[in-house]
């Protein structure tokens, strides 16, 4: 049991590894950091052969250390230590060939170079690197294995012992749903794996979705505040308003989901994205992502959190 501001929450039981791949999904940045790519098997590197097995997910680090990972995501219900150890196991084992390490580069690039903003954001964040070249490099290294578990157990790191592997990490990825609400309401507990390039001012308490940083508002608190809807669409704004830069809120994660490609983003993360796109800005630096949104009828959406700052007591 989560007790948040007298509110109950229970451990929630993903129904299927299907559905508790998909919550992690959303948090893939949140995991990795933002100088981080996720690659989903289901989506991508289909055409990728050669390999006796294939992972759930990719994703490649960049900035200052780079280096990637093979995603596992696993429930604790299933028979890990056959899973792990054949099935990744073989895929370890592959990795080393050449050839091998080819045919991923290749599959990699090819899925990058279909997207327009990854590859944007990719070369961006190497340059002057090529892609390709980066890629190479990147791949030739070994991979660090991370499995992603609702519940970290006994029988997860006997089958992890057995593999051998040096370089493996495990994130223990909870999920509490409110009492009598479900899922739509949520709070996730883990353990990122990625070093934040400076430590973060204390946080206020555990929030919902995801663990916001003291002052931050999140959209659930926006939605509570009965200031914007959860779903809604709010447009890129940056001098003018961008008709045709649409995303739509999502509560439960504190983030927005980019029509353009369907992609999950941050708030800040999307806006210097388009901020890019269109020629406003040409490096790699954060921005604040709220003074780049606003509402169809035109509601700045960092007017909007300021009004929550004032009613929960933020601003004298």
């Known amino acids: 049991m989560l007790l948040i501001d007298g509110v109950k929450y229970e451990l929630w039981t993903p129904p299927s590894e299907d559905e508790f791949e998909r919550v992690v999904k959303e948090h893939t940045q949140d995991i990795f950091g933002e100088q981080s790519i996720y690659l989903d098997r289901r989506r991508k590197l289909k055409s990728l052969s050669g390999v006796g097995s294939i992972p759930d997910g990719y994703v490649i680090v960049f900035g200052d250390s780079p280096h990637w990972h093979i995603v ?16 990744v196991g073989r895929f370890i084992s592959g990795i080393s060939n050449p050839n091998i390490q080819r ?29 390709y070249r980066f890629l190479v490099d990147l791949i030739s290294k070994p991979p660090v294995l991370t499995i992603i578990i609702e519940k970290d157990t006994e029988e997860l790191r006997e089958a992890l012992n057995t593999l051998r592997y040096p370089q493996i990490k495990v994130v223990e990825f909870q999920t509490f749903v409110r009492e009598g609400v479900g899922l739509s309401v949520h709070a996730h ?4 794996i990625y070093t934040p390039l400076s430590p973060p001012p204390p946080p206020q308490g555990l929030t919902l979705g995801k663990r916001v940083i003291a002052g931050k508002v999140t959209f659930e608190e926006l939605v509570s505040a009965g200031l914007l809807r959860d779903g809604q669409v709010l447009y890129f704004y940056n001098t003018r308003l961008f008709k045709d830069e649409r ?5 439960s994660s504190n983030q927005l989901k980019y029509e353009a490609d369907g992609r999950i983003y941050s708030k800040s993360e999307l806006a210097r994205i388009l901020l890019i796109k269109h ?12 003074k780049y949104w606003k509402t169809e009828d035109g509601k700045s959406l960092i007017d909007l959190e300021e009004k929550v700052r004032s009613l929960r007591g933020d601003r004298g």
Request: net charge negative.
């Open 72 to 87: 596992e995501v696993e429930l604790s219900s299933h028979p890990l230590h056959d899973h792990i150890v054949s099935q």
């Open 189 to 192: 507990l883990f353990e990122p």
């Open 247 to 251: 995303a739509q809120v999502i509560a």
């Open 103 to 131: 045919g991923i580069v290749n599959a990699i690039d090819e899925e990058i170079s279909r997207d327009g903003f990854l590859k944007l954001r990719l070369r961006k964040a190497i340059e002057p690197t090529e892609i």
């Open 279 to 290: 020629g406003f800005k040409h490096d790699e630096h954060g921005v604040a992502g709220p």
